[in-house]
Every structure is written in structure tokens, then in C-alpha cells.
DNA sequence: AGGAATTTGTGCGTATGTATC
DNA sequence: AGATACATACGCACAAATTCC
């Protein structure tokens, strides 16, 4: 199986197959794939790229490997249960998250949003945020415009947390999630998977910084798919 | 290189190896590696094997991979930074945590605890966290004893959480964690990497359930080499 | 109880693609 | 454009865990 360049490659071709597979309930909890060295026969590659997959998978949380056993799907299938169990930070769990600032803005507080620090304006950043190069949510960041006069992009290049520790001498040592449901926001860029206003998970956290003021406030808007992932672990 | 029955894969072997180095600062933040081939026939190991080590500190965020340039080390160098930022859930970040229980007890609710539930009795639950099969964390969960009578180390085997879901028609929709420092407790099993009553970071963490009642209490004592790899992500 | 068959895990070597310098 | 370096893919051999008879 050779493949025109350009396209994705193969065992990231089979992660989405097997995920779509999941997602339909086509694979349900508890299932036993057909062993590795069948099912890449079948498929027509080799094992060590569908173990890559598997792997991938499993990383994931959306797969089981027991040695000298099996490999099983693990996903719960109930989708009430992504809206109630996942976290921000899980995300995780599907690799090393990356996040990429869209733009920063100093701005007069908008309504709406919990009581925090005690200037009347915020910087406000928005950043889409990455598992394996796919878009998985949107981040929309709002930080007390006390802390500091101006942000440049470039700042936030390595970490949001390690700027604000580094360059603020601030650190956040609480944070309160609240997990519900929002509509995809205007301003998600085309790569994000959902239409504008469709409804998707959404946790508002209030993080408190180490002096007890409360410093930040955060909206983050998750791609559904990518949410229930997430939802099985822990 | 063949190794003796019973030891570490070769591949978690180099992990290791190359954990060490980083954490005592022989490969410093922003160093680059030699090239795979170099590493690989100096350690007399296959090329393969070695990017399956590499690809594994990438995932824990102590490496980062560049096709065309070279594998640079990503490490943050100050110790201070493990008790400022790192979060429970981040602990994601370097592959799927597993949950093994040590033992479970319904006990009067101790005092010290945040209030929680409406029962004067708690279900404890002492776990142990590894990420990669290395004890990270140590956790001690308090559910209010109001929900079920008696839990069986069998019902958890999976998930905390799809336990709730499935068996007490409980989810956990909000949460809010303390971060501080803590002693490793007393029961602490021998596998935790840390001396009793060593000062390590502590997380404490009031749920709260989908009917507005606080539900559990936890408190988790991480291994701090643990939670300084866990510091740099976000 | 025990051994054989099955199935996944680890490790090696090689060829080719693709991004970077 | 060429050289370098990581990414993908293939196939094979053996180890280790599980399952089955």
C-alpha cells in the first residue's frame, strides 16, 4: 500500500478508520480485534504499521493491548458521559498538546464572565490547541490587565504558565472547572471540526494565583470527537 | 545488546538512561542530540529501538523531534517550577496513567477534610499512579459513604470514575484543587520513590456531583521527579 | 497440572520519503 | 541543488504473556 504524496500517512490513515469505526459503534466496548497479523493482511500492510495505529490508539485510551491475549476496544459509548467526565488537562492523554496563540488583545472586560483581579480591562488570548497536529479545542484566555502593560505573541511561544511565572511572577496554585455546554464561537478558525454555533463541551475555569487573587479566567471550547476520547480515563 | 530475562526493554532502558542525564543537567535545555544512526551505534542498539526511547521522552515533553534538523532536549531546569504549575491531570501527558488499588476501607470521616456528602462515614480509597509502570503519585480518595454500602477492589479494576457512572449513577461535573506541599503519608508503599515524611507536591481536590452535592475529597502525593516532567506542558 | 498453540511485545536491519540546513 | 537527519514502512526472528486443550 504506497501512497501519492502528500496524503497522511498509512497508520495515521488506520487510527482514523478505527476511530470512525468506534465512533459509529461499528467497534463496540469490550471487542476483540481480529489479531494483528490478520487484520494487516486483510488491510494489506505491514504489522509493525498497524501496531504504529494501534499504538496510537491505545495512547488514546481508546484501546486495550494485552499481550498474548488481545487487543480491545475501550470506549463508552454512552455520549452523555462525554459531556460529564472529561478534563481539560486529560487531554493529554492523546499526546503532547501543543498550543498555538491566534492573536492577543487588550480589551475592557466583557460581561458575563466570574468576578476576577481588579482592573477593569484584560488581555484576552485565544489559542487553538493541538493533540498529534489535529485542532482539538479553542482556548480563550482572559488575564488580569494588572499583572502587566502589554503581551507580545512571541512571549507565549513556549508556555502560557511558564510566562506568567517567569515574566509576572505569578503562578496559579487553584482552579475551579466548571463543565458544560457552548457554541462553537465566532471567531474559531476554519481547521476547528465543528460549524459555527454548534453546540460543544465547554469548561469555564477560574484560576487563583498564589497571592489568592483570582487572575484569570478561561473559556475552552472542545471538539466533541476529541472530548470523548478523553472521557474514559482515570 | 541482549539483556538478561527479566529486565527493563531496552528501549525503557535508554528512557531511563536519558531521564537521568536530563534531570542532572548532563543534557541541558535547548541541547542537541547526536543523530539517531550516531546514538544508535554507539549504544550497539538498532536505530529503530532508539527512536522508540526517543519517541517516548517526546511524549513525556523532555524531547522535541524535528524531522530534517535533529531530537532537542525541553526541560525546565528550575526545581521551583514542580510545585508552581503542574496539575493533577497533566500527568497524562507521558502515556496512559494506570490505578492500581491498594486497599479500600469505610471509615469514620476524619477530621482536617473539606465537608463533604451528607454520611458520617467515607469509602477510603488508597491508590498508586504509574506512568510508564514507575510509581508517580499516591492518592487517597474520601466518596461519602451515602451512595453504596460496600465496594469490592473488583468493581474498580477499570475506572474510578466509570464506576460511579455505571454502578452509583454519579459523575463528577465540577472540581476544585488545592495545590501545596504535603509529606508522603505513612502507608505509602515501599515502590514510591520518596522517604516518609519527605515534603512532596500535594494536590487536594473537592468534587462535586451532577446534583450539586460534594461527593468525594482526594488528596494525591506526587513523586516530584514525576511532577517536574509533568510541569512544562501548557 | 502441564504443555502446545495463539497472540502481542521487543528488537533488528533496510529501503524510501520528506523536511531542514 | 546537494547533504543531512528524522519519518514512514516493510519483514523477520525471538521473547513473553495468555489461552486452550
Known sequence: MNQPPGSLPVYLQIVELLVRDIAANRLIDGEKLPPEREMAAEMGIAVGTLRKALAELQSRGLLERVQGSGNYVRAISDPQSVYAMFRLELIGGGGLPTAEVLDIERLA???GLPD?????????IRRIRRLSGKPAALEEIW???SYVEAI????????LYLYYRKRLGLWIVRAEDQVGLGKVPEWAPPVFGQPKGAPVPLVTRASQAQDGARAEVSLTWFDPEIARYVARLR
Open 109 to 111: 472586560k466583557p460581561s
Open 116 to 124: 476576577f483581579g481588579s482592573s477593569a480591562e484584560a488581555h484576552r
Open 143 to 145: 488575564l488580569d490587565g
Open 152 to 159: 507580545d505573541t512571541n512571549d507565549l511561544s513556549e508556555s
